[in-house]
């Protein structure tokens, strides 16, 4: 029996999905060597839904330590956990998800990280990444043909956008079958119209990501596009240029920051200002663990896809509407 | 100083930061959505919470329901999920129940206790139940579903919004009994069939699931004549007799059960002339021809993929049904009736290898066990990453909850991304609207029971309108007018009706029934109709909510374009099978997604 065959108590385990996306993608899934890059709020929830999903390995790469704050974000931690280092501090009960999955903690920094480290992956999904660090890396991946997805939460805010290069996927469609057949003696019968399924393939390309996260240079001829998209930019910006993201300490001065750097993005793609609503800022702060679990549920799903290449994936970015909580693709190109 | 840190998220307004630690929560079911819903609330800031289910933990949980762990299965779902929320945070308060929520303990006062209700329920009557408890106690209800990649949210309150009820929800799927008996054309007939003759040899008697052919089919009228019944005079004697009388005197002879189910039946419905002028007629099948056909399989043991993913060949078919036969023989021994269930092996591969038999028969496509088993007990797939969407969705509007910012409250449907939508979650513009003649939120539920007065008993009435159809707990009925006690909930009291029909309890066209159902404080008049069905694919009885809408439903099929609930007269109660739809389907953006029922709390079943 090979390697990549499930056992019986794997088809058990994980019978419900199997049911749902397959034996074949169940065994591509099984053959996956994930890499999580941060684990704080987001990444817990990424962490369980990928770890659950039975993987072949997730290495969880952060160097941060555990801090007070922490622990009531993320449900992978115990407050004995204070002071340590985080990936290797959420080992006991990440295992504890799924005992099947090989979990490597990693505490170096990502940016210590070359591109033979990147290579060995089937998916990189990341969190918490500035701008240079999401452009080095998802460079890193394209090369290596590894699949790439990247998320943030702020607040009551999320998005996620990937790269998943050329990436091949099928979907099963439900056909209707049916009307009248003539059988071998000349009659005609009666055939129930019958719902078969049939695989349809499809191909998707996927652009640089410096297109959907580098500012332009000049400005962009006007496009429409989801307002949220430009709240992403703005907290991205924002994190690249104070190293940290808008805090309720300092909310007043962070929002004033935001709010200049909000008025060059939408200068830079000529969005009508009025379009933007500046309550927006009230709503992101912190890490709200229902949107991470929201979130982290879309980004590993599409890691899920990205592996298993079943269903149509999100091309590229994810954006979750801080007010009534819908959640949109949009497509940067 | 700096603020203590805590859960509670910052970003919420302070009154609702406020209301969080000490806001009563009751979560009900603990299953795929329960278990990330108690996981939010804890990483948010509740401290009281109250869980609550009746189901114990499975194998097949554990790919999402992650609180649990494999040395946890066959413990209570309610208990373990508490003990692992408490090792995340040990200063939350959290009450377990492993209790139904039906049941008379858990009355209007219960549930006003909380602040919210929030459901993480596996099945409509549960959902109904808990949607007239929150009616009846006036509390807050998030009512949450998922199937597959697709799953639901919406905010229940009396008087503001539409109830969980007041859209009467799609009935499931029946088929006509002279189709299952007779004239499959589909695998689901065949693996209906099966599990009818598992009850027939092996289960509780059940007249509504005889497998044998159904000589009052009026497609073969006046065709199955003398010559016909001659013929098999033999085998009609073994019908009187009762399958399972039979099967018994035979000790269960697998040749035997075998060329009576698949060769002197099938030959027997050849006889019937008229079912096969517009259709392929059966090819009968017998022990010996199908033991020695092996197909072309190589054999290969202990494989998943071929023992569970692929079609058996005949040869296989008859050593599973000879196997398992033993194996439920040995099984019945020590107990009066077996009860099918799709996690017993020998259960599974005898339903399995029958309805293939048949399906061959039939020149139907045959099936997998695997696929045997998603069919007959209606699995309906369930995956972590959509458990973890809804759970959000269902906490973050309990902090408007709190808050009382209702309007903001809306639907959300999250929805499998395709390449004609670009929509993940789909948020509703409106709350939704109370139906002003919904039978169970308006100010007057009244519903009409269509059914024939003559022949219906007092007992079935109760189990099957009341109970079953109109999801009453313990109803009590008083005939208007008289103050005839027709039903009681004491039990016992009105034992003396039981098998009387309704004509002889007074119970005729036009009459007028209060029901009242003491638990749910629940209240209904039901107006009654006397109505014979014509044709056999008519339902048996109708239940309609709406009086402008019967008139319509009326023109169309069964009445079930708006959803009343009936069932076929020609095949009353036998085949529930889950009417899945496809998710790639779902187009409509307004369409509620009706989730789907079974064993495990994100879903539904309906068997
Ligand atoms: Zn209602």
Same mark, same amino acid.
């Given at each position: 029996?090979?390697?990549?065959?499930?056992?019986?108590?794997?088809?058990?385990?994980?019978?419900?999905?199997?049911?749902?996306?397959?034996?074949?993608?169940?065994?591509?899934?099984?053959?996956?060597?994930?890499?999580?890059?941060?684990?704080?709020?987001?990444?817990?929830?990424?962490?369980?839904?990928?770890?659950?999903?039975?993987?072949?390995?997730?290495?969880?790469?952060?160097?941060?330590?555990?801090?007070?704050?922490?622990?009531?974000?993320?449900?992978?931690?115990?407050?004995?956990?204070?002071?340590?280092?985080?990936?290797?501090?959420?080992?006991?009960?990440?295992?504890?998800?799924?005992?099947?999955?090989?979990?490597?903690?990693?505490?170096?920094?990502?940016?210590?990280?070359?591109?033979?480290?990147?290579?060995?992956?089937?998916?990189?999904?990341?969190?918490?990444?500035?701008?240079?660090?999401?452009?080095?890396?998802?460079?890193?991946?394209?090369?290596?043909?590894?699949?790439?997805?990247?998320?943030?939460?702020?607040?009551?805010?999320?998005?996620?956008?990937?790269?998943?290069?050329?990436?091949?996927?099928?979907?099963?469609?439900?056909?209707?079958?049916?009307?009248?057949?003539?059988?071998?003696?000349?009659?005609?019968?009666?055939?129930?119209?019958?719902?078969?399924?049939?695989?349809?393939?499809?191909?998707?390309?996927?652009?640089?990501?410096?297109?959907?996260?580098?500012?332009?240079?000049?400005?962009?001829?006007?496009?429409?596009?989801?307002?949220?998209?430009?709240?992403?930019?703005?907290?991205?910006?924002?994190?690249?240029?104070?190293?940290?993201?808008?805090?309720?300490?300092?909310?007043?001065?962070?929002?004033?920051?935001?709010?200049?750097?909000?008025?060059?993005?939408?200068?830079?793609?000529?969005?009508?200002?009025?379009?933007?609503?500046?309550?927006?800022?009230?709503?992101?702060?912190?890490?709200?663990?229902?949107?991470?679990?929201?979130?982290?549920?879309?980004?590993?799903?599409?890691?899920?896809?990205?592996?298993?290449?079943?269903?149509?994936?999100?091309?590229?970015?994810?954006?979750?509407?801080?007010?009534?909580?819908?959640?949109?693709?949009?497509?940067?190109? | 100083?700096?603020?203590?840190?805590?859960?509670?998220?910052?970003?919420?307004?302070?009154?609702?930061?406020?209301?969080?630690?000490?806001?009563?929560?009751?979560?009900?079911?603990?299953?795929?959505?329960?278990?990330?819903?108690?996981?939010?609330?804890?990483?948010?800031?509740?401290?009281?919470?109250?869980?609550?289910?009746?189901?114990?933990?499975?194998?097949?949980?554990?790919?999402?329901?992650?609180?649990?762990?494999?040395?946890?299965?066959?413990?209570?779902?309610?208990?373990?999920?508490?003990?692992?929320?408490?090792?995340?945070?040990?200063?939350?308060?959290?009450?377990?129940?492993?209790?139904?929520?039906?049941?008379?303990?858990?009355?209007?006062?219960?549930?006003?206790?909380?602040?919210?209700?929030?459901?993480?329920?596996?099945?409509?009557?549960?959902?109904?139940?808990?949607?007239?408890?929150?009616?009846?106690?006036?509390?807050?209800?998030?009512?949450?579903?998922?199937?597959?990649?697709?799953?639901?949210?919406?905010?229940?309150?009396?008087?503001?919004?539409?109830?969980?009820?007041?859209?009467?929800?799609?009935?499931?799927?029946?088929?006509?009994?002279?189709?299952?008996?007779?004239?499959?054309?589909?695998?689901?007939?065949?693996?209906?069939?099966?599990?009818?003759?598992?009850?027939?040899?092996?289960?509780?008697?059940?007249?509504?699931?005889?497998?044998?052919?159904?000589?009052?089919?009026?497609?073969?009228?006046?065709?199955?004549?003398?010559?016909?019944?001659?013929?098999?005079?033999?085998?009609?004697?073994?019908?009187? @007799?009762? #399958?399972?009388?039979?099967?018994?005197?035979? =000790?269960?002879?697998? &040749?035997? $059960?075998? +060329? !009576?189910? %698949?060769?002197?039946?099938?030959?027997?419905?050849?006889?019937?002339?008229?079912?096969?002028?517009?259709?392929?007629?059966?090819?009968?099948?017998?022990?010996?021809?199908?033991?020695?056909?092996?197909?072309?399989?190589?054999?290969?043991?202990?494989?998943?993929?071929?023992?569970?993913?692929?079609?058996?060949?005949?040869? @296989?078919? #008859?050593?599973?049904?000879?196997?398992?036969? =033993?194996?439920?023989? &040995?099984? $019945?021994? +020590? !107990?009066? %009736?077996?009860?099918?269930?799709?996690?017993?092996?020998?259960?599974?591969?005898?339903?399995?290898?029958?309805?293939?038999?048949?399906?061959?028969?039939?020149?139907?496509?045959?099936?997998?066990?695997?696929?045997?088993?998603?069919?007959?007990?209606?699995?309906?797939?369930?995956?972590?990453?959509?458990?973890?969407?809804?759970?959000?969705?269902?906490?973050?509007?309990?902090?408007?909850?709190?808050?009382? &910012?209702?309007?903001?409250?809306?639907?959300?449907?999250?929805?499998?991304?395709?390449?004609?939508?670009?929509?993940?979650?789909?948020?509703?513009?409106?709350?939704?609207?109370?139906?002003?003649?919904?039978?169970?939120?308006?100010?007057?539920?009244?519903?009409?029971?269509?059914?024939?007065?003559?022949?219906?008993?007092?007992?079935?009435?109760?189990?099957?309108?009341?109970?079953?159809?109109?999801?009453?707990?313990?109803?009590?009925?008083?005939?208007?007018?008289?103050?005839?006690?027709?039903?009681?909930?004491?039990?016992?009291?009105?034992?003396?009706?039981?098998?009387?029909?309704?004509?002889?309890?007074?119970?005729?066209?036009?009459?007028?029934?209060?029901?009242?159902?003491?638990?749910?404080?629940?209240?209904?008049?039901?107006?009654?109709?006397?109505?014979?069905?014509?044709?056999?694919?008519?339902?048996?009885?109708?239940?309609?909510?709406?009086?402008?809408?019967?008139?319509?439903?009326?023109?169309?099929?069964?009445?079930?374009?708006?959803?009343?609930?009936?069932?076929?007269?020609?095949?009353?109660?036998?085949?529930?099978?889950?009417?899945?739809?496809?998710?790639?389907?779902?187009?409509?953006?307004?369409?509620?997604?009706?989730?789907?029922?079974?064993?495990?709390?994100?879903?539904?079943?309906?068997?």
């Amino acid at each position: 029996m090979s390697e990549s065959k499930l056992s019986t108590a794997e088809a058990e385990l994980y019978d419900r999905q199997i049911r749902l996306w397959g034996i074949e993608s169940q065994e591509k899934l099984r053959a996956a060597n994930v890499l999580l890059i941060k684990i704080r709020g987001l990444g817990s929830e990424i962490a369980k839904d990928i770890l659950l999903c039975g993987i072949n390995s997730l290495t969880i790469l952060d160097d941060a330590l555990v801090t007070e704050e922490e622990i009531f974000k993320n449900f992978l931690l115990s407050p004995e956990s204070v002071g340590k280092n985080i990936a290797e501090a959420v080992l006991e009960k990440a295992q504890a998800l799924n005992p099947l999955v090989k979990i490597t903690p990693d505490s170096e920094s990502v940016d210590k990280k070359n591109a033979e480290f990147f290579a060995i992956f089937t998916v990189v999904i990341a969190t918490g990444l500035n701008s240079v660090q999401v452009l080095e890396i998802s460079k890193y991946c394209r090369d290596a043909k590894v699949k790439f997805i990247c998320g943030d939460n702020f607040g009551m805010f999320g998005y996620s956008f990937a790269d998943f290069q050329t990436h091949e996927f099928f979907e099963d469609k439900v056909q209707l079958t049916g009307g009248q057949k003539r059988g071998i003696d000349g009659r005609i019968t009666k055939v129930k119209s019958e719902r078969t399924v049939v695989k349809v393939c499809g191909k998707m390309e996927y652009v640089d990501l410096s297109k959907v996260i580098k500012l332009p240079e000049a400005p962009m001829k006007p496009k429409r596009r989801n307002i949220y998209y430009y709240l992403m930019l703005a907290l991205l910006q924002f994190r690249d240029k104070f190293n940290r993201d808008p805090m309720m300490e300092s909310k007043e001065e962070d929002v004033k920051e935001l709010k200049a750097i909000k008025d060059d993005i939408l200068k830079l793609y000529q969005v009508n200002p009025d379009k933007f609503k500046e309550e927006v800022f009230d709503l992101i702060f912190g890490e709200v663990v229902p949107v991470c679990s929201i979130v982290g549920g879309v980004m590993a799903q599409e890691a899920i896809k990205a592996v298993s290449g079943k269903e149509v994936p999100i091309n590229n970015v994810f954006l979750l509407d801080p007010f009534n909580y819908s959640g949109r693709e949009e497509n940067v190109v | 100083m700096m603020a203590k840190a805590s859960a509670v998220p910052i970003v919420l307004k302070a009154e609702i930061q406020k209301l969080i630690p000490t806001s009563k929560i009751l979560v009900v079911g603990a299953g795929g959505i329960g278990c990330e819903i108690l996981k939010n609330l804890a990483m948010s800031g509740f401290k009281d919470i109250e869980i609550i289910d009746l189901d114990t933990i499975d194998v097949s949980n554990l790919n999402r329901q992650f609180l649990f762990r494999k040395e946890h299965v066959g413990k209570s779902k309610a208990m373990v999920a508490r003990e692992t929320i408490l090792n995340y945070n040990k200063d939350i308060n959290i009450k377990a129940y492993h209790d139904s929520i039906t049941t008379s303990e858990y009355g209007v006062n219960f549930f006003k206790r909380f602040a919210v209700v929030l459901n993480a329920l596996d099945n409509r009557a549960a959902r109904n139940h808990v949607n007239r408890m929150c009616l009846a106690a006036d509390v807050p209800l998030i009512e949450s579903g998922t199937s597959g990649y697709t799953g639901q949210v919406e905010f229940i309150k009396k008087g503001l919004t539409q109830c969980y009820e007041c859209n009467p929800k799609a009935a499931q799927k029946t088929f006509p009994g002279c189709t299952i008996r007779n004239t499959p054309s589909e695998p689901v007939h065949c693996i209906v069939w099966a599990k009818h003759l598992f009850n027939q040899l092996f289960g509780e008697d059940d007249p509504d699931q005889d497998v044998s052919p159904d000589t009052a089919d009026p497609e073969a009228a006046g065709d199955a004549g003398v010559e016909a019944l001659a013929q098999v005079d033999e085998s009609k004697k073994v019908e009187r @007799k009762s #399958t399972k009388t039979w099967a018994q005197e035979t =000790s269960y002879n697998p &040749e035997k $059960l075998f +060329n !009576k189910f %698949f060769e002197d039946d099938i030959k027997y419905l050849l006889s019937m002339e008229n079912l096969w002028k517009n259709r392929k007629a059966p090819i009968p099948l017998s022990w010996s021809s199908a033991a020695s056909d092996d197909g072309d399989q190589e054999k290969s043991k202990n494989d998943v993929h071929k023992e569970d993913m692929e079609v058996w060949s005949f040869k @296989k078919c #008859t050593e599973v049904f000879s196997s398992s036969i =033993s194996m439920l023989k &040995e099984e $019945l021994a +020590n !107990k009066n %009736f077996l009860v099918w269930d799709k996690d017993f092996k020998p259960a599974l591969d005898f339903v399995t290898a029958c309805a293939n038999v048949r399906s061959h028969i039939f020149s139907i496509a045959r099936k997998s066990r695997f696929e045997v088993k998603s069919i007959a007990g209606n699995i309906i797939p369930a995956i972590a990453t959509t458990n973890a969407m809804v759970s959000g969705l269902v906490v973050l509007l309990t902090f408007r909850v709190l808050a009382e &910012e209702y309007e903001k409250c809306l639907t959300v449907y999250v929805r499998q991304k395709s390449s004609e939508s670009n929509t993940v979650m789909m948020t509703e513009k409106f709350l939704g609207a109370a139906n002003p003649k919904c039978y169970v939120c308006s100010k007057q539920p009244m519903v009409d029971v269509s059914i024939n007065t003559k022949s219906m008993l007092v007992k079935d009435f109760e189990s099957e309108i009341l109970k079953k159809s109109l999801n009453m707990v313990a109803p009590d009925v008083v005939l208007d007018g008289k103050g005839v006690v027709v039903i009681s909930s004491e039990e016992g009291e009105t034992a003396a009706n039981d098998n009387k029909t309704l004509t002889e309890m007074g119970i005729v066209d036009g009459a007028i029934l209060k029901v009242d159902d003491f638990l749910q404080n629940y209240e209904l008049t039901i107006c009654i109709h006397h109505y014979v069905p014509k044709e056999k694919e008519d339902p048996l009885y109708k239940i309609l909510a709406d009086m402008d809408l019967q008139a319509k439903s009326e023109e169309g099929a069964n009445g079930k374009e708006n959803g009343a609930s009936s069932a076929s007269a020609a095949d009353f109660a036998a085949v529930n099978v889950d009417d899945d739809e496809d998710p790639q389907e779902g187009s409509s953006k307004r369409r509620k997604m009706n989730p789907k029922e079974e064993d495990d709390d994100d879903m539904i079943m309906l068997d």
